[in-house]
């Protein structure tokens, strides 16, 4: 069980290009979220996906960020035209399918996160 | 909205020591409660995750603790060693958040040789 995978662990962006951070759940989660952990300050929830589907984007920035999980493949969050506060630790968690109260059972387990810096 | 709140900060021990690590929550409607361990410029590992009906949950050398009427989680690290050296946090899903985790701000351990 090789755990949440994502890539890439660095990733160095210039002003107004384009970023892209992939995440693959654990074998068997079908849930995916995206965190921001900014510097000095906590996580916070961006985005919860399933697959071919975005579930909550309350967290999301309301420009240039965009998620997607789809069927085949890892769930990707998308950053176009980056500035540098988006300099960040993003983190991926997964967790197990929803039992039958709506809401899953286990925990979750995140990924080591996709550290982006924006110079 | 639910909030998280973490007490101490930051807290340096010499090794050996018993500690106590505070996590409060403004909405007691919580789902679960989860306690990560994050080493610096690493990802976060779980450490304990306490169901809303249980009142603690115990790995190894950590005990945590659930008051949900009171709002309070503790987390009890036995006999700490340099190795326990990290930031601790404590997240929070609530009934009415769906899946979401709210995260405390985290306390930040050093534990001394």
């Known amino acids: 069980n090789a755990g949440v995978m994502q890539n890439p662990r660095h990733l160095v962006r210039r002003r107004g290009q384009e970023a892209r951070l992939r995440c693959s759940p654990m074998?068997?989660?079908?849930?995916v979220y995206w965190y921001r952990q900014l510097p000095e300050e906590g996580l916070k929830f961006m985005v919860y996906?399933?697959?071919?589907?975005?579930?909550?984007e309350s967290g999301m920035p309301k420009e240039r960020f965009s998620a997607e999980f789809p069927k085949e493949g890892p769930s990707i969050l998308r950053i176009q035209q980056v500035v540098r506060g988006d300099s960040a630790a993003y983190f991926c968690a997964s967790s197990p399918r929803r039992g039958e109260t709506g809401y899953t059972r286990g925990g979750y387990t995140f990924g080591s996160g996709t550290r982006l810096t924006v110079v | 909205k639910q909030e998280v709140t973490q007490i101490p900060a930051a807290l340096s021990v010499p090794e050996g020591e018993n500690l106590v690590l505070n996590c409060s929550f403004t909405d007691s409607a919580i789902y679960n409660l989860q306690w990560f361990r994050q080493d610096p410029g690493k990802g976060l590992t779980s450490l304990l995750l306490?169901?809303?009906?249980?009142r603690e949950q115990t790995s190894g050398r950590l005990n945590a603790s659930l008051d949900k009427s009171s709002g309070r989680s503790t987390l009890y690290i036995a006999a700490s060693q340099p190795g326990d050296s990290a930031t601790y946090l404590c997240?929070?899903?609530?009934?009415?958040?769906?899946?979401?985790?709210?995260f405390g701000g985290g306390t930040r351990l050093m534990v001394k040789p």
């Open positions: 996906l399933q697959k071919e589907n975005i579930i909550d």
């Open positions: 074998k068997g989660h079908s849930h």
């Open positions: 997240a929070v899903r609530s009934n009415n958040a769906g899946n979401m985790l709210t």
């Open positions: 306490i169901q809303s009906s249980q």
